[in-house]
């Protein structure tokens, strides 16, 4: 069984449309992450989620938004794409982490990726 | 704010050959390091993790880092490389970001060439 999977493995989608990325996760983790991976394969985080609370990484334009119907999944909504939108996006999941056991090893599991390419 | 830098962009190695990369990090507080690979086409596996205690970790497919708070160094090694472990190879530092989540900050990658 794949513990985090997404869904599609590849987009491919034409500037102005809206498109959404599934992400389900079967550990049982109740936190997940969307991550955006460029052309130069530099990583950084977009959104963390967890119990229905949302840390939203500053820089992420708001034609991103995570939509969560349950805490196994974290589905990416992307609106009025644009070209520079083109990425690899990565779900990953975890557990919650306290700050008090923050120093607890909870580490990230990631899903497969999307290559999201927008003409 | 915290940061990484993986020094390497790209290194060569001939299989059977000891292989080390290098990361540094920048973070006020004593960091959780982490070592992912990440082969073409694939997502992003977990190699090794630090969070305290014995400065030497292992991890599996027989890595291992070290943590050296003096120099701010998580380099990771392997002592004989084998053609499978070609691949990019990313370090990361994790920070509490609140609401239950950290966030991990990658450096920008280590791509690892293998030549038979």
């Known amino acids: 069984d794949t513990a985090v999977s997404q869904t599609p493995k590849y987009l491919v989608t034409q500037m102005g449309n809206d498109k959404s990325i599934k992400c389900e996760q079967n550990?049982?983790?109740?936190?997940m992450y969307w991550y955006k991976q460029d052309s130069k394969k530099f990583l950084k985080i977009m959104f963390s989620y967890n119990n229905k609370e949302l840390i939203i990484n500053e820089t992420v334009p708001n034609r991103f938004s995570p939509k969560s119907p349950d805490k196994a999944h974290l589905n990416l909504h992307i609106n009025s794409l644009e070209l520079g939108d083109s990425a690899v996006y990565f779900c990953?999941?975890?557990?919650?982490?306290?700050?008090?056991?923050?120093?607890?090893?909870?580490?990230?599991?990631f899903g497969p990726g999307t290559r999201l390419t927008v003409t | 704010a915290q940061s990484v830098t993986q020094p390497d962009i790209h290194i060569t190695v001939s299989e059977g050959a000891s292989l080390e990369l290098r990361c540094n990090y920048s973070y006020g507080a004593t960091p959780y390091l982490f070592w992912y690979v990440q082969s073409p086409g694939q997502g992003l596996q977990l190699l090794l993790k630090?969070?305290?205690?014995?400065?030497l970790v292992q991890g599996i497919k027989g890595f291992e880092a070290e943590f050296k708070r003096s120099q701010s160094s998580f380099n990771l090694r392997k002592p004989s490389v084998h053609w499978s472990d070609a691949a990019e190879y990313f370090c990361?530092?994790?920070?509490?970001?609140?609401?239950?989540?950290?966030?991990?900050?990658f450096g920008k990658g280590t791509k690892l060439s293998v030549i038979p």
């Open positions: 630090y969070f305290s205690g014995d400065t």
């Open positions: 990953a999941s975890s557990q919650s982490v306290s700050y008090r056991n923050r120093r607890s090893s909870y580490e990230q599991y």
């Open positions: 550990l049982g983790h109740d936190t």
């Open positions: 990361a530092v994790g920070s509490y970001s609140g609401a239950g989540s950290y966030q991990l900050t």
